[in-house]
């Protein structure tokens, strides 16, 4: 089921068997997923890393992430693009620089407890039914779900994690940070640069995370470049050099000494072996 708006607004619901899970890995500009899996022994491999997700567990995926389908036994899927969601409220937990879209370098995964299964298909059904709607208020009957949606894995996401104390002011630039390490990783690779944009300190920022992620703030900047670096070198066929120009370095030796460090291998011999 999709809906396509009058400005470029994008939504689509689908229940995903072996049947259709070719949907899984299409992609559209600026899109954002969720999947709900309804089944054990869903098999994904995303950005070249092996997963297996059981039942009622959900992961959400920026247009970024590279998505392979291995097995699928049953899952639910929401798709949807900024210009649907981010026309409202976009600042918040629950925009598109929300905690569930914190950047494509991390892949947040939660559970749904059995405590919580009822509300999460009672929407489902809702937004369901909706899709069917034709009138002038449908979009905004959707936005509304997708919202309640959002909020309630929101809500879980933070449980589990354990983000609830984190005070908001905080847990808001932990996002910003976020958001602008997925903007400008190629061209800012200090988290100074970063600090810098955010009017804060370099120490402010190392004191934050440290509350709460086991990853430095350059440790957040130098994975989203090795995820970039490795998805061009496994996926095109560009040289090495350029793509070591496309993340930002203006030598190769650099890159690949940067490469190499992270890694273990050279990106000649990483894509060798991928």
């Known amino acids: 089921m999709e809906f396509k708006g009058n400005t470029h607004e994008y939504l689509r619901l689908e229940t995903i068997t072996s049947d259709n899970c070719s949907i899984v890995k299409g992609k559209i500009e600026s899109g954002l997923t969720l999947l709900w899996m309804t089944a054990d ?3 994904l491999k995303i950005d070249g890393k092996d997963y297996v997700f059981q039942n009622n567990e959900v992961i959400c995926l920026t247009e970024f992430h590279h998505t392979e389908v291995q097995a699928v036994t049953s899952m639910r899927m ?15 937990e629950v925009g598109c620089r929300g905690i569930l879209f914190f950047g494509a370098s991390q892949l947040p995964v939660f559970r749904i407890p059995e405590g919580e299964l009822e509300k999460f298909d009672i929407l489902w059904k809702m937004f369901s039914i909706e899709m069917q709607s034709k009138d002038d208020l449908q979009i905004e009957m959707l936005q509304m779900m997708l919202k309640r949606l ?12 354990q983000l609830a104390p984190l005070a908001k002011n ?59 670096a490795r998805r061009l070198l496994r996926y ?16 190769v030796q650099t890159f690949s000494r940067f490469f190499k460090t992270q890694e273990g291998v050279s990106p000649t011999a990483f894509r060798e072996q991928n």
């Open 236 to 251: 095109t066929d560009q040289a090495v050099s350029e793509i070591a120009y496309t993340i930002g370095y203006e030598d």
């Open 78 to 92: 929401v798709r949807f693009n900024r210009p649907f969601f981010c026309i409202i409220d976009h600042d918040s």
């Open 41 to 43: 022994g869903n098999r």
């Open 170 to 228: 905080n847990l808001d630039l932990v996002r910003e940070f976020n958001f602008l390490v997925e903007s400008h990783f190629k061209t800012k690779h200090t988290v100074a640069d970063y600090a810098e944009l955010l009017h804060r300190s370099p120490k402010t920022l190392s004191n934050l995370f440290a509350q709460v992620s086991p990853k430095t703030p350059l440790q957040i900047i130098n994975e989203r470049k090795m995820l970039e």
């Open 150 to 161: 959002l909020i309630l894995c929101t809500r879980l996401y933070k449980e589990q994690r």
